[in-house]
């Protein structure tokens, strides 16, 4: 079972729309949520991060985490083609801060 | 303020010869990580250091992989002999605060490392 997974194929939204992209994660000692954004041969950048069940929301993104069900997601309002990136879940334990990461999931917004 | 900074860009090196990466964290950051995407799959953890010191090194392949880093400021990775499963993408990242407390890792762009 992998740590940290993203089973979404490429997600194609049409501009303006709601992008929603998924995560699970295996290790219930985790702590420390993050979604990263990695445009293609550019470093991933940390756009969220979250510690506490519930949403949290920075400007069109919102982060929803769930550690009953060891789940987290981000949705990203008004789409925009700017947005169009490969996503990355990355989670950690407190006390390692060593990140386990799932494949990633491409977003393609559609002007 | 400077970003992580992570050199060369790309590599390409032949079965068996030595190449040695180097991470520049961000001026401060005590936690150094390196980390490494092998293509169509996630990007691995290979070690972590805080400040000179190997905090966690669980993740490094085998002992052809060494990782130093001098005086708690930058850091080398030098891959002795390479071989071609080497080839991938290796991220540099470092975070402030210490062991024990979780904080956000800020990425260099890579080095993409090609072994032929």
């Known amino acids: 079972q992998k740590e940290v997974e993203q089973n979404s194929g490429p997600l194609s939204v049409p501009e303006g729309a709601i992008a929603s992209l998924n995560c699970t994660y295996s290790d219930r000692g985790s702590q420390s949520f993050f979604w990263y954004r990695q445009y293609s041969g550019k470093s991933p950048e940390l756009i969220m991060s979250?510690?506490?069940?519930g949403d949290k929301e920075d400007g069109r993104f919102t982060a929803q985490l769930n550690k009953a069900s060891q789940y987290v997601s981000l949705l990203i309002r008004d789409s925009q083609p700017s947005d169009s990136a490969t996503y990355l879940c990355a989670v950690s334990r407190w006390g390692n801060n060593r990140l386990a990461f799932g494949k990633g999931n491409q977003v393609v917004v559609i002007p | 303020e400077a970003g992580v900074t992570q050199f060369p860009s790309h590599s390409v090196i032949e079965k068996g010869q030595t190449v040695t990466l180097r991470c520049d964290p961000i001026s401060g950051h005590d936690n150094l990580y390196w980390y490494r995407r092998v293509m169509g799959k996630e990007i691995k953890f290979l070690l972590h250091?805080?400040?000179?010191?190997?905090?966690?090194e669980s993740g490094m392949p085998n002992n052809r992989f060494l990782a130093e880093r001098t005086g708690g400021t930058y850091s080398t990775l030098k891959v002795q002999p390479a071989e071609l499963e080497d080839s991938g993408v290796y991220f540099c990242?470092?975070?402030?605060?210490?062991?024990?407390?979780?904080?956000?890792?800020?990425f260099g762009q890579g080095t993409r490392l090609t072994v032929v």
């Open positions: 979250i510690y506490s069940n």
């Open positions: 250091f805080v400040k000179e010191s190997k905090q966690d």
């Open positions: 990242a470092s975070s402030q605060g210490g062991r024990g407390a979780s904080t956000e890792a800020f």
